[in-house]
């Protein structure tokens, strides 16, 4: 019953994520970069803020879903 799950490090900052990060800023040669950079801000900013309301809200999903789903759910995402 006493386990590690790694919820919030490959939920928000894993190995997919930074490699989609460093793939689209190699992406960002001529053109307006200040409007490219924006967007990227904007759009990190956005994720953010939904990262944010799910775990504040998760003590409300975790008792909708019950002890022994909520189990199941955090060992799969986990994964």
Known sequence: DVAFF??????T???????????LSAGASGGDLFAYYAG??????????IV???????????????QARSRVVTRLAAF
């Open 13 to 23: 900052t894993g190995p997919g994520t930074i490699a989609v990060a460093i793939a």
């Open 40 to 49: 990227a801000v904007a759009a990190a900013v956005i994720i953010a803020l």
């Open 6 to 11: 790694p919820l919030t490090m490959p939920f």
């Open 52 to 66: 944010g309301v799910s775990y504040a809200s998760a003590d409300r999903v975790v008792a909708l879903l019950g």
